[in-house]
């Protein structure tokens, strides 16, 4: 069943599951970061990353860029 939803995904939205997944997820800790109330620790902690440094290395992976430097922009 799950081959088949990926296939479906992809041929219908042009875009693997997991990558719309992922662009979702960091789409949404961008929007974490520009309100500017949460810091870093609580916004891994509310996305499920195992601590900040996972987090970031998440972050860096898909924006070429670490949190920090982020929340400064």
Known sequence: AQTYFSSYFKR???????DYIHNLRT??????????QL????VAHEFGFTDESHLSHYFRKRKNMNPTNYKRL
Not at 27 to 36: A, D, M, S, V
């Open 39 to 42: 810091s870093i620790k609580q």
């Open 27 to 36: 789409t949404l800790i961008e929007k974490r970061f520009q309100n500017n």
């Open 12 to 18: 219908t939205f042009s875009i693997s599951y997991r």
